[in-house]
């Protein structure tokens, strides 16, 4: 059964320092793909950042990095030069990448960043 | 703009009352889902339709009907809503191997 692991349920961070939010997946597919998404406060899903299984260079997207160790099946977000508006729930999640739309998530980790 | 659009935002309604969450996209993307967001679980997938007519369960799917009879509409049913389905609850919308928009979710209380 495809699974994800977030097992910081919350962590701190001061304003311009870098953090790292773990995430651990399990699945059977060859092929999927890795999510993170953001929900501030105001309760929308913001799409952050994607890696797929078969990419060899980790995803980067402005402060945003997935480093990715697929023999380990972690899949960590960091967040460079935090901010005060990255204070949120973030969320991992796994989908398989042919014929399904099922994306599992996991439980979330509530980051507070203060100055 | 593209969008994923849920109504009604916010709901109160009463056990065993038929309800119908709508969700529609303008994106024209094949794939759509819904998921329902419970304090410590994170978000767990209700049904996930790849096409129009095309459905399939998601983890939760007890007490929900959906359908998708066109390609931008795939409204969320519940034909008689418990207590157990309070909840915020997102509809989601994709093409190809993008990931997921999200709409801005329907906060259900279900007394």
């Known amino acids: 059964a495809q699974k994800i692991t977030q097992t910081q349920p919350g962590m701190f961070v001061q304003e311009k320092e870098a953090v790292t939010l773990d995430c651990t997946y399990d699945?059977?597919?060859?092929?999927?793909?890795l999510f993170w998404y953001k929900q501030p406060s105001s309760g929308e899903m913001i799409f952050l950042i994607y890696?797929?299984?078969?990419?060899?260079q980790n995803a980067t997207e402005g402060r945003y990095s997935l480093n990715f160790q697929k023999a380990r099946k972690s899949a960590n977000l960091v967040i460079s030069a935090s901010q005060l508006g990255d204070s949120a729930m973030y969320f991992c999640?796994?989908?398989?990448?042919?014929?399904?739309?099922?994306?599992?998530f996991g439980t979330g980790t509530r980051l507070q960043v203060f100055p | 703009e593209a969008q994923v659009t849920q109504n009604p935002r916010y709901l109160i309604t009463v056990t065993g009352k038929k309800l119908t969450v709508t969700c529609s996209q303008n994106?024209?993307?094949?794939?759509m889902s819904w998921y329902r967001q419970d304090p410590g679980l994170g978000l767990r997938q209700i049904y996930y339709?790849?096409?129009?007519?095309?459905?399939d369960k998601g983890d939760v799917p007890e007490g929900y009907k959906v359908s998708r009879k066109e390609k931008r509409n795939f409204p969320l049913i519940l034909e008689s809503p418990s207590p157990n389905q309070t909840s915020l609850y997102f509809c989601?919308?994709?093409?190809?191997?993008?990931?997921?928009?999200f709409g801005d979710g329907t906060r259900l209380s279900i007394l």
């Open positions: 339709s790849m096409n129009v007519e095309v459905t």
């Open positions: 989601a919308s994709r093409a190809g191997n993008q990931p997921q928009h």
């Open positions: 699945t059977s597919d060859q092929s999927y793909g």
């Open positions: 999640a796994m989908r398989g990448l042919y014929n399904t739309d099922k994306l599992i």
């Open positions: 994106m024209n993307h094949e794939y």
């Open positions: 890696q797929g299984s078969y990419d060899e």
